[in-house]
């Protein structure tokens, strides 16, 4: 055996789409959570970083390219060596990062070659199904299908052809090398260290099966027979991938374009469904990442590889989730795949246990304050998030305002806990004051903190917990933690940047102890040297319908291009559209009170860094101005959006209109830290304000609903699910 065992970091990569050519780099810290390696800077983390540079973060001015357009998030993707003999525990111990150049067991690195492949398979899938979630996948059945008029059968491999956006993969060598994801460039793999084109890879784009080319000898109305609706541009593009000086990869997604087809010369497609909506393409898009080293003896070495998820915008960087894709994930390698044996095993937490205050309980104290720059919190709400905030390692937790924990949410799973389950429907106001998963996947209409979450809310109620983590992560698993920590994780339905597959163990490596770490989704291995011999027919589609959870004949295979992301909203702009605020659901009391979507990762009313500084508007005894609301302008003030709408605030900050999202997603603004704004004016370092933002418009002061959190008014508001 080897004396290391190579690893890609983060296990997986988050890229975001934006309609510029530019990008910034993901952010490498935790949200709101002070920054590694800068003891005394007061910028909390979550901040993207500036490319060409290690670690220093943008402003708010570098949101934005000069012409305005919005930047897309870039991955960044390192290698590390761990010796083999530590790879079974986590942390994994003695991690060093290798670049080209870096000497290893005795040999240089000459070389890293990377590979990747982008796909998009949301019109091939399956309808997101939020009243059952997971469980829709259970014994062998499946949703209804996406775009049922091109084909009942979704192992048809026409349907697929036409259905799945595939760039097919790229492998590039070397530093500061590039390639793109687009159909005119060749395919290529990895094979013993060099590059093989691959020139008959079948790719697939939405122009190339629903746009007639533009010929004389049709009529003009046989040219109007099919025809393809780009409201910003063909998707033409899934991104691109360099390397940096160093070997590093960075993986750009695409551009945010949505396009629909036609199926007659009548025909427009609708768009008027938050998640599934048929003729419809977006250009999100997933895939794995792997990379080969090559020494200078000659010999190569394979890393455990990684994955590239490309999907929404962030337009809140700096707000911390307080259940986040690594809460969930860390919650289902604890309890179901072995990952601490010392917190969790046999069934159940170890008694003896203690959580470290700095990593496992301030993040959700951090969170919950973090809440008030995205959402409406009224004065006495906005003191008491503070107080939560402010609580240190030092007090005594039953002296503190959440003494005895009776306004957290618990998940309502007793069987592998030592609290007493309670409902989660009664109690109010219980926090987290978000909706949750709607579905038995997750069987609750209101956020809770995971199992493991909860657990350590409840050592530290009782005094058992540690200051300090004495096992911290080495900076290659910080990274695997900081990427899934900055997205969204509860209220699958079906969620911002991942849905609910996360909690799924089949999604993963589950031997994770042989090599290849936890949180590494499992890749499958596709037939590339069918495509290198010509042994598929011309056009045959490589990808398949691919990783179906809960299906055991097929999920032990592993994950396609575009398996992680085909569960999502199509297109992803509706979804975030509609998702502000709204009812419970289930709403078995008929409620019109309501509750907060994402607040973290969908602002839904912010405080601009413009009021902050008039002195003309008054402001609030917290020294903050009125709010606004993240999405605003013509069509979002409730009464003036339609002659059926009735001013309900559950009708307020979304486009009435869902395709008034499609061309003004790239407006709405980010929420930084206001330290961080490049303005000229001078700001205190604890608030986080709204910049960027070309939203325009009646934009009236948000209207303070009561009671408190919100109340629709009447019988008539209206429950769009998110």
Request: charged share 20%.
């Amino acid at each position: 055996m080897t004396q290391s065992i190579f690893k890609i970091h983060p296990a997986i990569g988050i890229a975001r789409v934006g309609n510029s050519n530019e990008y910034y780099l993901a952010p490498e810290s935790i949200a709101a959570m002070p920054q590694p390696g800068k003891p005394g800077d007061m910028t909390t983390g979550g901040l993207p970083i500036r490319p060409g540079t290690e670690d220093s973060i943008i402003n708010s001015s570098e949101f934005r390219d000069h012409c305005g357009a919005f930047k897309r998030q870039a991955a960044r993707f390192r290698i590390f060596a761990y010796p083999s003999k530590d790879v079974n525990q986590y942390p994994a111990q003695n991690g060093e990062e290798i670049k080209i150049g870096s000497v290893i067991n005795g040999k240089k690195v000459v070389d890293i070659v990377w590979s990747v492949h982008l796909a998009n398979k949301k019109c091939s899938w399956f309808a997101n199904d939020d009243d059952h979630g997971a469980v829709a996948y259970d014994n062998g059945k499946t949703p209804t299908l996406r775009n049922l008029r091109e084909g009942l059968d979704p192992y048809n491999t026409g349907r697929l052809k036409k259905l799945i956006i595939d760039a097919g993969p790229r492998a590039i060598k070397g530093p500061c090398s590039k390639a793109e994801f687009t159909a005119e460039q060749h395919a290529s793999i990895e094979q013993k260290g060099e590059i093989v084109p691959l020139p008959h890879y079948p790719q697939s784009f939405p122009y190339m099966h629903f746009e007639l080319p533009d010929k004389s000898d049709l009529s003009e109305e046989s040219q109007k027979l099919v025809k393809l609706i780009t409201p910003q541009g063909r998707i033409e593009s899934l991104g691109e991938m360099e390397t940096d000086s160093d070997g590093r990869l960075i993986v750009a997604g695409g551009y945010g374009r949505s396009n629909a087809w036609q199926l007659d010369a009548s025909n427009i497609p609708l768009l008027n469904n938050p998640v599934n909506n048929d003729q419809w393409f977006d250009d999100t898009s997933d895939g794995p990442v792997d990379a080969t080293l090559v020494f200078d003896d000659g010999t190569t070495e394979s890393a455990f590889g990684g994955w590239v998820v490309v999907t929404d915008p962030s337009y809140a960087p700096q707000t911390l989730n307080v259940v986040s894709l690594f809460d969930e994930a860390y919650d289902v390698f604890l309890r179901e795949l072995n990952l601490e044996p010392t917190v969790f095993s046999d069934g159940q937490f170890n008694p003896d246990c203690k959580p470290a205050f700095d990593d496992h309980i301030k993040p959700l104290f951090r969170a919950t304050a973090q809440q008030l720059w995205n959402a409406y919190l009224p004065g006495f709400a906005i003191d008491a998030h503070n107080s939560v905030d402010s609580i240190t390692a030092d007090d005594n937790p039953d002296e503190t305002i959440l003494a005895g924990l009776a306004y957290i949410r618990q998940p309502n799973d007793g069987k592998q806990a030592s609290w007493r389950s309670q409902s989660i429907d009664v109690g109010a106001p219980l926090m987290p004051l978000s909706l949750g998963d709607s579905s038995p996947a997750g069987g609750k209409p209101f956020l809770s903190p995971t199992v493991t979450q909860y657990h350590f809310l409840h050592c530290w109620s009782n005094h058992q917990y540690k200051k300090v983590n004495d096992n911290p992560l080495g900076q290659g698993e910080y990274l695997d933690r900081a990427t899934l920590q900055n997205c969204l994780g509860g209220r699958f339905s079906p969620g911002i940047d991942m849905t609910w597959i996360i909690r799924e163990p089949s999604l993963y490596i589950t031997d994770w102890q042989q090599g290849a770490g936890p949180f590494r989704i499992h890749h499958k291995a596709l037939n590339y040297a069918g495509v290198i011999n010509q042994k598929l027919s011309y056009g045959t589609p490589l990808l398949t319908l691919g990783w179906i959870p809960r299906h055991e004949e097929v999920e032990y295979l592993g994950l396609e291009p575009g398996d992680a992301t085909k569960f999502m909203a199509l297109p992803w702009h509706a979804d975030y559209n509609s998702c502000a605020i709204h009812q419970s659901s289930p709403n078995t009391q008929d409620s019109q009170t309501l509750y907060w979507s994402w607040p973290a990762q969908r602002p839904v009313t912010v405080y601009t860094a413009e009021d902050y500084q008039n002195l003309q508007i008054e402001k609030d005894r917290h020294g903050l101005p009125p709010q606004r609301y993240s999405v605003r302008g013509q069509g979002t003030v409730p009464g003036e959006n339609s002659p059926d709408d009735s001013g309900n605030l559950a009708n307020a900050g979304r486009f009435w209109d869902y395709r008034q999202m499609l061309e003004k997603w790239s407006d709405i603004g980010v929420i930084v830290q206001a330290t961080t704004i490049n303005d000229g004016n001078s700001y205190p370092d604890n608030v986080y304000l709204e910049v960027e933002s070309k939203l325009t418009g009646a934009t009236p002061n948000l209207k303070e609903p009561t009671p408190w959190p919100m109340l629709a008014g009447n019988e008539t508001a209206i429950n769009k699910k998110g």
